[in-house]
T-cell receptor
Framework: AQKVTQAQTEISVVEKEDVTLDCVYE???????LFWYKQPPSGELVFLIR??????QNEISGRYSWNFQKSTSSFNFTITASQVVDSAVYFC?????????????FGAGTRLFVKA | DAGVIQSPRHEVTEMGQEVTLRCKPISGHNSLFWYRQTMMRGLELLIY????????DSGMPEDRFSAKMPNASFSTLKIQPSEPRDSAVYFC?????????????FGPGTRLTVT
């Protein structure tokens, strides 16, 4: 069965600090997809990144970077030089190809507070 | 391009009443998902459609819940009769399906309060 664990319930940092959000997943499928979504205080979930199980290259997008390691079943998300606007709940999610990729399981989310 | 549209944004109703939530997916997207978000249970997938056909409704909590997708541009989630424990934020999301899995785009959600 697929499962996503985000062990950090809440994280509080001061602006300009770097912060890493952890995500550990479980799956029996060899082909799967991992995602990160952001839910700001406004409530709408915003897609950040998608990764498939065959692509372990790390990715950087501005202040955001993602570290995918199949050996530890982790897909961690780092924000460099955090800003107040980064305050949100961040969700890691997993979809298995054998479900047609339709069934996405979300982690419980990590609430990030960035203080000025 | 317009994103996923949901209505109403807020709904307050009394226990026992029928509630209908509406969703218009992004044009060209042929997969549609309904989720429920609560503090206790987090984000739960209720049902999803592909090409207007329900694929998996195993997440629908009870027979009081039903969903339809009569065409590619409209879906409804109905709760009849509603109960206080149904209070939650209900999200609709859409994506392009196909050989390569796509990310989902979420609507703003409907905050439902059942008193």
């Amino acid at each position: 069965a697929q499962k996503v664990t985000q062990a950090q319930t809440e994280i509080s940092v001061v602006e300009k600090e770097d912060v890493t959000l952890d995500c550990v997943y479980e799956t029996r499928d060899t082909t799967y997809y991992l995602f990160w979504y952001k839910q700001p205080p406004s409530g709408e979930l915003v897609f950040l990144i998608r990764r498939n199980s065959f692509d372990e290259q790390n990715e950087i997008s501005g202040r955001y970077s993602w570290n995918f390691q199949k050996s530890t079943s982790s897909f961690n998300f780092t924000i460099t030089a955090s800003q107040v606007v980064d305050s949100a709940v961040y969700f890691c999610a997993l979809s298995e190809a054998n479900t047609g990729g339709f069934k996405t399981i979300f982690g419980a989310g990590t609430r990030l507070f960035v203080k000025a | 391009d317009a994103g996923v549209i949901q209505s109403p944004r807020h709904e307050v109703t009394e226990m026992g009443q029928e509630v209908t939530l509406r969703c218009k997916p992004i044009s060209g997207h042929n997969s549609l998902f309904w989720y429920r978000q609560t503090m206790m249970r987090g984000l739960e997938l209720l049902i999803y459609f592909n090409n207007n056909v329900p694929i998996d409704d195993s997440g629908m909590p009870e027979d009081r819940f039903s969903a339809k997708m009569p065409n590619a541009s409209f879906s409804t989630l109905k709760i009849q009769p509603s109960e206080p424990r149904d209070s939650a934020v209900y999200f609709c999301a859409s994506s392009r399906s196909g050989g390569v899995l796509r990310e989902q785009y979420f609507g703003p959600g409907t905050r439902l309060t059942v008193t």
